[in-house]
């Protein structure tokens, strides 16, 4: 069965600083990739998707991912974080044709700090 | 709101009791999935629905947990004789299948407590 290994569980920035979360799956086949976000009190929503095509995908909010075949890893960016990006972060996988329940990661706590 | 809809959003129990979920996808989403997530961890997933046919069920926790989708619209999760161990967030979501790309739509979840 695959397995989403996020290897951050608490990551702690200040505004504007760079931010690379990591992501690997250890599934080798055909995968669909995403990214979910999980703001304080709210519900889980896409932030990204990767299926096909080119492995740089860009999302929501200024975020991008960077789909690695060869490492297997799916690594979420962003170039200038905000206070207002403080939230749990999930990568999540499914095997191809994506028809089936997602694998997700334990997750990511990201906390910025103004 | 067209999102997905659960309720109730928190439910608590006594162990042995019974309970159910009720999950309302997005009203033009043919797969409803429901999934459960406990502190610290991402969402597990349990099972699918592609319009009423339950199309994987062997990732359900235990044979106490059933879930339904009678007329491929709402589905119900139910959990019998509740343990301590079930106390978690159940979270449904639904998706359009091929035309949407798979993208799931999480709804709130319903937060069970077992006492």
């Known amino acids: 069965a695959q397995s989403v290994s996020q290897h951050n569980h608490h990551v702690i920035l200040s505004e504007a600083a760079s931010l690379e979360l990591g992501c690997n799956y250890s599934?080798?086949?055909?995968?669909?990739l995403f990214w979910y976000v999980q703001y304080p009190g709210q519900h889980l929503q896409l932030l990204l998707k990767y299926f096909s095509g080119d492995p740089l995908v860009k999302g929501i909010k200024g975020f991008e991912a960077e789909f690695i075949k060869s490492k297997f890893s799916f690594n979420l960016r962003k170039p200038s974080v905000q206070w207002s990006d403080t939230a749990e972060y999930f990568c999540a996988v499914v095997l191809g044709g994506g028809a089936d329940g997602l694998t997700f990661g334990k997750g990511t706590h990201l906390i910025i700090q103004p | 709101d067209t999102g997905v809809s659960q309720d109730p959003r928190h439910k608590i129990t006594k162990r042995g009791q019974n309970v159910t979920f009720r999950c309302d996808p997005i009203?033009?989403?043919?797969?409803l999935y429901w999934y459960r997530q406990t502190l610290g961890q991402g969402p597990e997933f349990l099972t699918y629905f592609q319009n009423e046919a339950q199309l994987e069920k062997s990732r359900l926790l235990s044979d106490r947990f059933s879930a339904e989708r009678p007329k491929g619209s709402f589905s119900t999760l139910e959990i019998q004789r509740t343990e301590q161990g079930d106390s978690a967030m159940y979270l449904c979501?639904?998706?359009?299948?091929?035309?949407?790309?798979?993208?799931?739509?999480f709804g709130p979840g319903t937060r069970l407590t077992v006492l």
């Open positions: 009203s033009e989403h043919n797969r």
């Open positions: 599934y080798g086949g055909t995968v669909n």
């Open positions: 979501a639904s998706s359009h299948g091929l035309a949407g790309g798979h993208e799931q739509f």
